[in-house]
């Protein structure tokens, strides 16, 4: 079946210019969560969604970011005014409560976001 | 300090080697431990998932998992070309969220 889904896939922003960033999730799955992966480093958390309640925002960097999730499927991650440090590939996953391990979270192939 | 951390790479072996991969973390909470691979311009994929100490095998994998040295390890046996990728250490507590090593770049070399 279809997996975790991202667009666009590359994203190329002047500083200070507003970006949207879209991820579909695999059908039926509760759990959303976005990740940001700079070069050579690891993913680290940004937020993370149960349908449309966003549980946790704890690793937003800053107030420029924002994460939406209206009807509990597709979401968008928002980045006003972008800056250079923004630049990173942006990584959204999807989780089921009744996968194969409950922690198992299911990744799309990321949006990497150049902020010249 | 990092909560995670993760044996600095990249690491070459040649094809048929056993590889050996080294994270260490210091936040009690976490109970589950997993490892990612990550192919170039890919999303993470999982590759082992356990909880607690113990070890886990998979094929050619093998996952360990000592939580009072808070210390994981995957182990590669007969390692192939195909393997080449970046490999993630992760763990989680019950929040929910990932926290992720550094990754380490694997090259086998035929």
């Known amino acids: 079946g279809a997996g975790v889904s991202q667009s666009p896939r590359y994203k190329v922003a002047k500083r200070g210019q507003d970006v949207a960033l879209r991820c579909d999730p695999i059908s039926g799955h509760v759990s959303l969560f976005w990740y940001q992966q700079a070069l050579g480093q690891g993913p680290e958390f940004l937020t993370y969604f149960q349908n449309e309640a966003q549980l946790d925002k704890s690793g937003l960097p800053s107030d420029r970011f924002f994460a939406e999730r209206p009807e509990g499927s597709v979401s968008t991650l928002k980045i006003q005014r972008t800056q250079q440090e923004d630049s990173a590939v942006y990584l959204c996953?999807?989780?089921?409560?009744?996968?194969?391990?409950?922690?198992?979270?299911?990744f799309g192939p990321g949006t990497r976001l150049t902020v010249l | 300090q990092k909560e995670v951390e993760q044996d600095p790479g990249p690491l070459s072996v040649p094809e048929g080697a056993i590889v050996s991969l080294n994270c260490t973390y210091s936040n009690s909470a976490f109970q589950y431990f997993m490892w990612y691979r990550q192919y170039s311009r890919k999303g993470p994929e999982l590759l082992m998932y356990?909880?607690?100490?113990g070890n886990k095998e998979d094929g050619r994998f093998t996952a360990q998992v000592d939580k009072s040295s808070k210390y994981i390890s995957l182990f590669i046996r007969d390692s192939q070309p195909s393997d080449s990728a970046t490999y993630l250490c992760a763990m989680t507590g019950a929040n929910s969220k990932l926290t992720f090593g550094k990754g380490i770049t694997l090259s086998v070399r035929p």
């Open positions: 356990t909880y607690s100490s």
């Open positions: 996953a999807s989780r089921s409560l009744s996968g194969r391990g409950v922690h198992e979270q299911f």
